[in-house]
C-alpha cells in the first residue's frame, strides 16, 4: 500500500515555470500583456499555424469559435456522443442546435458513417473530438464536409502533439482550439487557444475574447501609452492571463520531452495488462501520432468479474487517483430533458462511458507510481485487490 494518494493528471511544474510567475509578480503585469502574446507566439510556432488566440478554457475556444461560424438559431452542428460536456454546451451558448453522432468502437472518435446520418438540410458545421489524443479519421470527415459545405471545429483539448497522416491536429479543419487545464500535456492551470489559418477569424475570436474591445485593447495600459478602444461587439470575459502564460512558455518548451514519458508509461500499461480481461487501447492508426493523453482500460463485469463502478472506490482505496472520461452525452439528465437524447441510440459510446477507467499518466510519474498503479490493477481484477 501507498504511503500517500496519486493524485489523476499530476502536471509537472519546474524551476523555469516557477522563476516567469515570480517574474510576472515581480513586474506587476498579471493579466492579459506580453507574455500570452509570446505564447500565442509560441504555440503557433509549435503546431506550423499563422494565427493564434489565447484564451482562458478549450471551452471558450469552442464557444468563440461556433460564434465565428455565425450559427443561428435552428442551425445545427454534428458533435460526438464521446466527449466532455463543453463540446455540447458551446453549440448550446451559440445559439445552435447540437446533434449526436455516435462513436467507432474500437477509436472512440467520431464515426464518419454516423455523422453522413445526422446530415440534415440545418446542418451547418461538424465539431470533432481527437479523444483521448487520438485523430479523428479525418479523410472521410473532410470529404463530408466539403460536399455538404460544413464548417469543421476541431476540439483538441486532448491533442496537442496528435498529427494525422502529416497534418497537425488543429490544422485540418477550419479551427482548432486546445486546452491547457491543469490535467492536460501542456499545463497552465485553466486556459485554452485557438488556432486558424484565417486571420479574420481569429481577429474576431480575440475581440469578442475581451468585451468586443477593438483590436489590442489589451495593451491600452502599457508603456507605450494610454490607446483608446472601442467596443465593437457584445463579446466576453474570456482572456487568458499573463500568470498563466508564464507556466505555457516553458511548459510547452518540455512538450517533447513529456510525450516520450508518457508514450514509455503508456507502453508499460499495454505490457502488464495484456493477459488481464481488461479492454485496452487499440495501437495509434498508421501515419498518426497519438498525443497519449488518456490511457482508459475497459472493465466488463461479465469477463472481469468486478464492475467499473465497484472498481472505482477499489482503486481509490488503493491510493490510486482515477477518472473517467467520459459517461456518454446522452446518459446525462440535461440533455435527456432538453433535448430528447436517448443512451439507446449510440451504444458504442454508452457501452465505453459505462466501462473506461482512466488510469493515471502524467510525465510527472516515478517507476514507483507506475509499479503501484499496475499492482492497484491487477490485484483488483484478479481477485486479490
Known sequence: MRDTFLVFGQPLIEQAEMDEVLDSMKRAWIGTGPKVHQFEKDFAAYKGMPYAAAVNSCTAALQLSCLALDLARGDEVITTAMTFCASVNAIIHSGATPVLADVDPVTQN?????????????????????????????????DIARRHNLAVIEDCAHAIETTYKGRQAGDIGDI????????????????????SRDKAKIDRMKIMGLHGMSADAWARFSDSGYKHYYVVDHGFKYNMMDMQAALGIHQLKRVEDYWKRREAVWQRYMQAFADLPVGLPAAPEPDTRHAYHLFAIRVNEARCGVSRDAMLPMMTARKIGVGVHYLAIPEHPYYQKNYGWNPDDYPNAVTYGRETISLPLSPKLSEQDVDDVIEAVRDIVTGKG
Open 176 to 195: 482548432g482550439c486546445f486546452s491547457f487545464y491543469a490535467t492536460k500535456n501542456v499545463v497552465t492551470g485553466e486556459g485554452g487557444m485557438i488556432l
Open 110 to 142: 467520431i464515426d464518419p458513417a454516423d455523422i453522413e446520418r445526422r446530415i440534415t438540410p440545418r446542418t451547418k458545421a461538424l465539431l470533432v473530438v481527437h479523444f483521448a489524443g487520438r485523430a479523428c479519421d479525418m479523410d472521410p470527415i473532410m
